[in-house]
């Protein structure tokens, strides 16, 4: 059987994943508003034959928020910039508002190499800044099954050749080749039609991240590509194969979602090497700003009022409707662990990864959830976006090259070619012209 080929995407966040990535001395500190920093990274991984780039957003801070997202550029704007400045390399991107002309406008611009990250917001103080409580989790997910059906018919709204701009006629489009949405649901209201052409991926690349039911349900129906968290190599093929199920369940194929499991790999010349690296990243924090980083997946609660060395404390329901999937697993790890909250802050603000040593125990491991089927690529997140890009780069990407399991080479054009997804063509098109 012909092997397949790993691929990747790269989280641009900044000088890294960890809190306190801004201090490490690999990157400026000030990465996260860095045009030059962050074009370099996007432009290094397009070289390196990296599938996508990948910005996230967020709706709500405070002054407790990782550094990271006090101060960054929103991914509309660095990703419509991103996307003169390369020429391959999918731009994907979690916007927190205008999606209905925002994403299919940055197709255009990169020639079809956009993708949207929908996720339903976690954090309890988006309402703060949009007015009205914050939904819960099922009504979020029930408002983001109709948010989509109503973006993808908006994104519908032009036939491919629609627009023929014939001058000695004086016919700008093809009255025919317009479609109106006319949506009337529970939550939304919209005419249409969108005022911008297909792209030429059809529609922009659709991610989706959420572990719970509602998620794996939301993107068995809508979604190209999901992101998930990397537990175990059981757990996260367990998972992908619930989305796959859930795919088919929606009269899909199972192969037309692709699971991206998010890591951040530390890369040493030796497995000592990678462990030095990773104590240095530790040392970056303090148990306070762990304990601040933990209190974000629990709606910002305040565990410095608890003892460090006593047991991980009974949150009950505190959590539910913030990172539910999150929030469970570091609940049920502590429990399993009967780890103290000074161990349990530590951890999840810096937590030791699983693929961590040389390039060919990372490459190595890599080939093993891939050929598991746990995942059909990874999004690299570094804890350190320079120092970890660049040793991933010098050390892991030879050893793949090297076992036939990677290429640099992007093929075609579109971030739908890369993923090894068909193009998206309209419910309006016949078998004729699709």
């Known amino acids: 059987m012909t092997q397949r080929n790993l691929t990747f995407g790269i989280m641009l966040h900044g000088a890294g994943g960890h809190m306190n990535s801004w201090k490490h001395p690999a990157g400026p500190a000030d990465a996260s508003v860095n045009l030059d920093f962050i074009t370099g990274i996007a432009q290094k991984a397009e070289a390196n034959g990296v599938a996508f780039a990948f910005v996230a957003d967020g709706l709500y801070i405070n002054e407790k928020s990782i550094s990271h997202f006090l101060n960054r550029f929103e991914p509309i704007s660095i990703l419509s910039a991103l996307a003169t400045a390369t020429s391959k390399i999918g731009l994907a991107g979690k916007y927190a508002d205008a999606v209905f002309t925002h994403s ?38 029930e408002i983001a099954d109709e948010y989509l059906e109503v973006v993808q018919g908006l994104w519908d709204s032009w036939d491919d050749g629609a627009f023929v701009r014939n001058r000695e006629s004086g016919r700008f489009f093809e009255r025919d080749k317009l479609h109106t949405l006319n949506h009337k649901g529970k939550f939304f209201e919209v005419a249409g039609p969108i005022n911008i052409q297909r792209s030429p991926q059809g529609q922009p690349v659709i991610f989706q991240a959420g572990a719970s039911e509602s998620g794996v349900a939301l993107a068995g129906k809508y979604a190209d590509a999901v992101f998930t968290h990397s537990p175990s190599l059981e757990e996260t093929r367990a998972f992908s194969e619930s989305v796959r199920q859930s795919a088919v369940e929606h009269g899909r194929a199972a192969t037309d979602v692709k699971i991206f499991p998010g ?40 565990f410095t009022q608890y003892p460090l060395d006593e047991p991980f404390p009974d949150l009950g ?27 349990v802050a530590l951890e999840v603000a810096t937590p030791k990864p699983q693929f961590i040593g040389t390039g060919e125990q990372i490459a190595d491991e890599l080939i093993r959830w891939f050929d598991a089927g746990a995942a059909d690529g ?11 890009f660049d040793d991933f780069v010098r050390y892991v990407i030879p050893a793949l090259e090297a076992r036939g399991r990677y290429s640099r080479t992007l093929a075609g054009a579109t971030l739908r070619d890369h993923l090894v997804l068909p193009r998206r063509e309209s419910r309006y098109a016949t078998a004729e012209t699709a």
């Open 104 to 141: 299919p406008s940055l197709d255009l611009i990169s020639g079809g190499r956009a993708g949207w990250n929908v996720v339903t917001s976690p954090l309890e103080g988006s309402a703060k800044n949009y007015g009205g409580e914050h939904p819960d989790h099922e009504l979020r997910y």
């Open 263 to 302: 890591i951040g790999p530390i890369v040493g010349s030796t497995a000592e090497e990678a462990e030095a690296k990773y104590r240095a990243i530790r040392d970056l924090l303090s148990v306070d700003e762990a304990l601040a980083y933990l209190g974000r997946f629990f709606e910002h609660h305040d």
């Open 317 to 343: 329901e505190l959590g539910k409707n913030s990172f539910r999937s999150t929030t469970d697993r570091i609940k049920a790890e502590a429990k399993k662990n009967g780890s103290n909250l000074r161990e």
């Open 378 to 388: 990874f999004i690299l997140g570094f804890p350190v976006q320079a120092e970890g």
